[in-house]
């Protein structure tokens, strides 16, 4: 196409260019040298039907009053009443601050969702650097220990909440365990997903817990790539581990920990399948998180889908701007070191 | 692969390098030991009688009942349950792969009007929350008669497995593009000189080369897909068609909660992805790696 415009822009080829001949065979060509598209095509197509269309229909119903009842579509655009009604900003503003019921569980949750993101991200980074870096110096593995180091990760769901969820009963092992060892004043008598103040601090041991796998795995990748030449110069130099480990290791392995933070970031604003089979968002909302309140919106208790759908917006662009954030402070610095 | 770090034997170490190394090892034992807890906790409850799930918190029960496993099997048919989940696990593994190793290889060794453009959207698409687009999706799914009281068990699944191939699909985009952006160009440029179209380029010579990035995609959106909760739970209306972890919440709901059983039907959950994993875990590692490292 850009060719065609350009050489049209030329008055006196145009004449040219348009018999049906020439015109074939430019497109022809255009379409050939475009060709590599066909290979994107598929995702593309299925993306525009189950991705964009929903995000538009979300991003447009967010402006709504709906329950599900009556009729609102994108194609025909239909809004009918009495079930449906134009809403502005209100949906946005009823749980930002307007519904005092609705916007205080909606801050609630989000304290929890930000205690989550800055804590899950950090102590995963942490733990499985340090993990890789000890890994790393033992040369090579031993094979099993690399498979159950690894369990974790394939088994995040269901099963594995349960697991946890029994473990965290007040007459449960780790309670059992506490009390063997002396720790009995350490213990939850009512369970750690029974008692406010351990339920949240429970949950996120699960998600370090099966998130810390894959960092690691990505983490010991990021370290074969380290020259060991930089690490022998700077024991000439009088450095000491910790000086190698602050001013080598960690700003060379910055790429990789920006895509560990991608992937823990959205898993702390975005999962919320763990609060809702393990503790439902209790006790006393103390495990609230924003994904649940949207849940309960959309298919729960409080059924009002226009409010779940500007929730989510906002929400989105929460981790978007989050996102840039860490795209701003880790990217950069992955160019600079390839440079 | 693996290189020969410092190589520092323990003779030439020092009483405090050796003391670190102690304590880096007992760290690392700690860490597997709470890696592999929950897991031993699951088989040693499964094979537990129920009221001594919560007496006996050690890992060896006083006495093994096997018989609690095949009755989960068999009497509460999850052998059925397994089969639901399977149906619509596999497709959307086959169905990930093959939609973005295409696209992965479109975008790392073709040219196309707005190539880089689309690309980084599709890498942004990473940050939406699937939460946000839920609503939506199940409207747009009753609209094409996938979901409801009419739909059949086919058309059900059809409307699970074609958004979740879509929901995995930035990752899935990102690790084949960045696979085939570490292998030689020059493989596609001379057999494209011997006349070889790109589609036999990607189908005869990339494809079958990127099996550690197929093993990563693959078990990546196995794994999510066989553990999803929250979609199944809003689309399947129908327990017959119950995936396992639906299943397992829907017993729970039922009747006073029996941890033996519990934790068999959990087990049961997560044996097919562990074995799965154990087999490719080797290739899965190597396509990570690939990636990350790019």
């Not at chain 1, 993990?131 to 220990?145: D, E, K, W």
């Not at chain 2, 906790?41 to 094979?47: D, E, F, G, K, V």
């Not at chain 2, 739909?151 to 074609?162: D, M, N």
């Not at chain 2, 079958?208 to 794994?223: D, K, S």
Request: glycine letters at 6%.
């Amino acid at each position: 196409m850009a060719n065609l415009q350009t050489t049209s822009r030329l008055g006196q080829t145009k004449a040219n260019l348009l018999t049906p001949t020439r015109l074939g065979q430019t497109l022809r060509k255009q379409l050939k040298k475009n060709s590599g598209f066909l290979f994107v095509a598929p995702a593309v197509l299925i993306f525009l039907v189950f991705g964009l269309y929903t995000i538009i229909y979300s991003f447009v119903l967010s402006f709504f009053r709906w329950k599900g009842s009556s009729i609102f579509s994108l194609f025909p655009p239909t809004c009918e009443a009495p079930g449906c009604a134009f809403w502005g900003l209100q949906n946005y503003k009823d749980f930002l601050y307007e519904d005092k019921g609705v916007a205080k569980l909606f801050w609630m949750a989000m304290e929890n969702n930000l205690v989550v993101a800055l804590v899950v991200p950090a102590a995963t980074i942490l733990i499985s650097l340090l993990i890789a870096i000890a890994l790393n110096r033992a040369g090579r593995t031993i094979p099993l220990f690399r498979t159950i180091m690894m369990l974790p990760m394939v088994t995040s769901g269901i099963a594995v909440y349960f697991a946890w969820s029994s473990i965290y009963l007040s007459d449960g092992p780790l309670n059992a365990m506490l009390n063997a060892a002396g720790l009995g004043f350490l213990s939850a008598p009512h369970g750690w997903l029974g008692t406010a103040g351990t339920a949240l601090p429970a949950l996120m041991v699960v998600m370090v817990w099966s998130s810390v796998p894959l960092a690691v795995i990505l983490y010991m990748a990021g370290l074969q790539t380290i020259d060991q030449e930089l690490y022998e110069a700077a024991t000439i130099d009088g450095a000491n581990s910790w000086h190698m480990l602050w001013y080598i290791t960690w700003p060379l392995l910055r790429p990789v920990t920006f895509i560990i933070l991608i992937f823990a970031i959205n898993s702390a604003f975005q999962g919320f399948d763990l609060p809702l089979l393990m503790t439902k968002g209790g006790p006393a909302n103390h495990t609230q998180v924003v994904g649940l309140r949207i849940f309960s919106f959309g298919f729960g208790d409080d059924l009002q889908l226009g409010i779940a759908s500007a929730m989510g917006w906002v929400l989105f662009l929460l981790v978007f701007v989050i996102s840039l954030i860490n795209l701003r402070i880790f990217r950069p610095a992955a160019e600079e070191v390839s440079k | 692969m693996t290189r020969e770090p410092l190589s520092l034997s323990m003779e030439k170490l020092g009483l405090g390098q050796k003391l670190w190394a102690l304590i880096a090892f007992l760290c690392l034992l700690a860490y597997l030991v709470i890696s592999i807890y929950p897991f031993l906790w699951m088989i040693a409850s499964a094979l537990k009688d129920n009221s001594e799930v919560l007496t006996n918190s050690s890992l060896i029960p006083k006495q093994v009942h096997w018989e609690i496993l095949a009755d989960v099997w068999n009497r509460l048919d999850f052998w059925q349950y397994f089969l639901n989940s399977l149906m619509i696990s596999v497709p959307i593994v086959i169905g990930t792969v093959i939609v973005y190793s295409l696209a992965g290889y479109g975008f790392a060794m073709t040219k196309f009007w707005g190539k880089e453009f689309l690309y980084v959207f599709f890498m942004g698409l990473i940050v939406v929350p699937t939460i946000v687009v839920l609503v939506p999706l199940v409207q747009e799914l009753r609209a094409f008669g996938l979901i409801g009281r009419d739909a059949s068990k086919f058309a059900t699944y059809v409307g699970l497995i074609i958004p979740a191939i879509n929901g995995g699909g930035p990752w899935a985009i990102f690790l084949f593009r960045s696979y085939f952006d570490s292998m030689p160009r020059d493989l596609r440029d001379a057999a494209r000189i011997d006349g070889c179209s790109e589609w036999g380029v990607y189908a005869r010579i990339y494809l079958p080369l990127a099996i550690p990035a197929i093993a990563t995609v693959g078990i990546t959106n196995f794994i999510s897909s066989w553990n999803a909760y929250v979609f199944p739970s809003v689309v399947i209306n129908n327990p017959d068609w119950y995936t396992l972890p639906l299943q397992l919440r829907y017993l729970d709901m039922q009747s006073v909660v029996q941890w033996n059983v519990r934790m068999a039907g959990s087990l049961i959950t997560v044996l097919p992805v562990i074995i799965a994993f154990l087999f490719l875990q080797r290739y899965y590692i190597r396509g990570l790696t690939a990636a990350a490292v790019k």
